[in-house]
């Protein structure tokens, strides 16, 4: 069984930081890519970036790309997510997940979630 809990977010003026964790237990989390993915009221979850399982591989969507950064950090079995120039629609509960494979961004590919953490950018 793998476990993810989420942590770091918040509130957050438009065009600041925030930097999430995610925690994983369980199996071992160095065998997972990983991704981030993000949800609001009446809409689908939403992928957000993905990393492979060493980090050597990462994969952002379109309208992250360039203001958002995942890594990982296999010996504290950790990936975070590094959000900057936040915008008012980047608000919504963001999401840790693991695969068993990698290159996926649809969430129905992914195996294991978090509870998840909100974020909420004000202007």
């Known amino acids: 069984q793998v476990q993810l809990v989420e942590s770091g977010g918040g509130l957050v003026q438009a065009g600041g930081s925030l930097r999430l964790f995610c925690a994983v237990s369980?199996?071992?989390?160095?065998?997972?890519?990983m991704g981030w993915f993000r949800q609001t009221p009446g809409k689908e979850r939403e992928f957000v970036a993905t990393?492979?399982?060493?980090?050597?591989?990462?994969y952002y969507a379109d309208s992250v790309k360039g203001r958002f950064t995942i890594f990982r950090d296999n010996a504290k079995n950790t990936v975070i997510l590094q959000m900057n120039s936040l915008k008012l629609e980047d608000t919504a509960v963001y999401y840790c997940?693991?695969?068993?494979?990698?290159?996926?961004?649809?969430?129905?590919?992914?195996?294991?979630w978090g509870q998840g953490t909100q974020v909420t950018v004000s202007s």
């Open positions: 369980g199996r071992t989390f160095s065998s997972y890519p």
């Open positions: 990393i492979g399982r060493s980090g050597g591989y990462t």
């Open positions: 997940a693991a695969a068993n494979k990698v290159l996926v961004t649809r969430a129905a590919e992914y195996d294991y």
